[in-house]
């Protein structure tokens, strides 16, 4: 449990990477120097938590949709882990989270366009930062080439993940696990192509959302 910081770190910005000035490094020493022991129990304590869900051996997914923010954190404590980052046309995905209730906390910024579309933004900018560090362990998979080319589109990303290739990939929807989240329902459909430009027939209400996007 890594507590936060009670000071303010004054830093400076050069050429976007983030340099901290001599004094504050001799602050956070003792924190830095403690921060191998901390990363070895959070992934100790995530397999433990993770091991009640799901029990494989040798590969799982965790789809939570904020796992975005954490992916620095989440590569150090899985060097091999492999990020899948689904992308789709922003005015499309953000209308998906307007027009499903998500009871967490946590997502309560999907209630809201103008809330979404800074989100959204916020999650562009995220990703860009990650991509500079990462770029080996992200993976962009878009969603409208999976679609309409999805044999090719899933090969790939087999191929990234560094996994076996099974026919049945192609066969999601045959697959009887349980599915406890809000897209249960597509899950057990072959993939479709009717979710491309959803929100078109809604465009006259997202004026907020498409104005406040970025991208």
């Known amino acids: ?34 921060l191998e022991k901390k990363i070895s129990s959070s992934q100790d304590d995530y397999l433990s938590q993770i091991s009640s869900i799901n029990n494989s051996e040798k590969s799982f997914t965790d789809k939570a949709p904020l796992n975005f923010k954490y992916i620095g954190f989440l590569i150090n404590i899985f060097p091999n882990i492999k990020i899948i980052n689904c992308k789709r046309n922003p005015v499309d995905i953000c ?7 998500f009871g967490a906390s946590l997502l309560n910024f999907s209630n809201d366009l103008e809330d979404l579309a800074q989100y959204y933004n916020q999650y562009e900018s995220i990703m860009k930062f990650w991509k500079k560090y990462f770029s080996n362990n992200i993976y962009d998979l878009n969603y409208e080439n999976l679609v309409t080319n999805s044999e090719e589109e899933i090969k ?9 290739w099974d026919p049945n990939c192609l066969k999601h929807y045959e697959n009887k696990r349980l599915i406890k989240t809000v897209s249960f329902n597509q899950a057990r459909k072959p993939i479709y192509k009717s979710a491309i430009k959803s929100s078109n027939m809604f465009k006259k209400y997202l004026d907020k959302l498409v104005k406040n996007l970025n991208f």
């Open 1 to 34: 449990d890594i507590k936060p910081y009670n000071y303010r770190l004054d830093v400076i910005f050069e050429d976007e990477d983030l340099i901290l000035r001599p004094e504050l490094e001799a602050v956070l020493k003792p924190e830095l120097d403690d």
């Open 95 to 101: 209308w998906s989270n307007f027009k499903n209730y």
């Open 156 to 164: 790939n990303l087999i191929k990234f993940c560094e996994l076996n």
